[in-house]
């Protein structure tokens, strides 16, 4: 019998506003979802924002005097109004949409690599990243520093899924320009302990930039709190819709930094020999930005704001704290990360015996479990630990404990499939 946990969220009533949730898949079976880590659910509040703007104001922004245009634009820069009371920014202007974490992150290190001094990135710098970072936190790094001629130095992982932060003084020195570490592992849910990272950085006068793509949707994110100068996040993993991400960064520094890409609306003026740039945010928004996305996005702040992040991610540890449990009683199963449910994020990897997890995450299918396989996006993490994949399932604020016992007794049937 599924356990009744504390701290709970209403699933059943939260659950009706995602109607994908009562999809019947393969011989009847109904729809377990378990891989929000990749991308969430959209509920029914947002899909119903995104089907009136389409029906009732599209046009582009900015740029136009009639009715459509302006309801658009009002639209628009209203959610980013949204987006920055539920980050806590000091300012609406230091909210820039981009169409993903990774096009944010891509961004920053751009910026940093055509800046002037004192931000500049060059072969006299280092950048700092971390081995557990998705790709979208590794590749940019690594394409700046090849260009710059930066050194580019990161921090390792202890056996159970944790930064090793004891040469961190050794690591961020008077050389670093830039750090950059995810708050949230998406592959073993590992919670960094930004505080330290964070302080150390200042100490040396370096920057700091956070990915919180697997944050911001599930617990409450300040960037004041922070106090990192750039924060990404993604739509896609916190109910909204995918073509739209935020990058958050300090006002002094969006002044200073040069834009990422050039086109319509970034400017100020233009003439055949030079051109100068509008103030940020528009001057890292080049072209028809992501209009009806950001929208969305903006519905979806709406939603999880009329939840509480606080009462989200209450619910989050209880589901966690329980599948850490449940998946610790199937034989042969090894969970890569925290195997306790402190300090780490909603999202659990793990293998199982000799099976590969394309095997395993097949037969689930079957069942009508959804679940990720392969390396998430975060390849070193599965060299680190001599493995060549894994499973993992990730839970949101409409994950059941019944979901959990679900996925427990269909790696059962995937132990007996293959002996």
């Known amino acids: 019998m599924t356990q009744q946990l504390p701290g709970l969220l209403d699933t059943e ?13 393969h011989d009847g079976k109904k729809l377990v979802y378990l891989d929000n880590a990749a991308t969430s659910q959209t509920p029914r509040q947002v899909l119903d924002v995104l089907s009136e703007y389409y029906e009732q104001h599209n046009a582009n922004v900015h740029r136009g005097v009639h009715v459509l245009a302006e309801e658009a634009t009002a639209l628009y820069e209203g959610a980013r109004d949204k987006v920055a009371e539920f980050i806590n920014a000091p300012s609406r202007n230091e909210v820039i949409f981009t169409k993903n974490a990774s096009e944010s992150l891509n961004l920053v290190a751009n910026m940093l690599g055509w800046a002037d001094e004192p931000y500049r990135v060059d072969s006299d710098t280092e950048i700092v990243i971390t081995e557990m970072e998705h790709h979208s936190n590794i590749v940019p790094w690594q394409l ?15 056996d159970d899924g944790r930064l090793d932060l004891s040469d961190i003084n050794e690591i961020i020195n008077e050389k670093t320009k830039i750090v950059s570490f995810t708050l949230v592992s998406n592959i073993m849910g590992t919670v960094n302990p930004v505080e330290a990272i964070v302080r150390r950085a200042q100490e040396v006068g370096a920057l ?12 409450p994110l300040d960037v004041q709190a922070l106090q990192a100068d750039f924060v990404a996040f993604t739509g896609h993993k916190m109910c909204g819709p995918t073509g739209i991400g935020v990058l958050w960064g300090r006002q002094e520094l969006l002044e200073d930094l040069p834009p990422f890409l050039g086109g319509g609306e ?3 003026t233009v003439s055949m020999h030079s051109s100068t740039y509008a103030p940020a945010p528009h001057k890292f928004e080049a072209g028809t930005p992501p209009i009806s996305q950001a929208i969305g996005l903006g519905a979806a702040v709406d939603y999880l ?25 199937v034989p042969d199963l090894r969970i890569i990360g925290p195997t306790t449910a402190e300090d780490r994020g909603a999202a659990i990897s ?7 997890p394309h095997d395993v995450g097949q037969v689930l299918d079957e069942q009508g479990i959804a679940v990720r396989v392969g390396h998430h996006c ?9 493995i060549p994949a894994t499973t993992r399932a990730s839970f949101y604020l409409y994950s059941t404990p019944a979901e959990v016992d679900a996925l427990v007794e269909g790696l059962e049937h995937v132990r007996n499939f293959f002996g």
């Open 378 to 386: 975060a390849r070193p993490v599965c060299l680190r630990y001599g």
């Open 144 to 158: 700046l520093a090849q260009r710059t001629g930066a050194k580019l130095k990161w921090f390792g992982l202890t």
């Open 13 to 25: 009533t939260l659950r009706k506003d995602f109607p994908i949730l009562d999809r019947v898949l």
């Open 266 to 268: 970034m400017i100020e």
């Open 350 to 356: 793990f293998t199982l015996g000799d099976i590969h």
């Open 305 to 329: 704001s009329s939840i509480g992040m606080d009462k989200i991610a209450q619910h989050e540890h209880a589901i966690t704290e329980y599948a850490v449990k449940r998946l610790q009683e």
């Open 208 to 219: 700091v930039c956070v990915d919180a793509s697997q944050a911001a949707p599930h617990m």
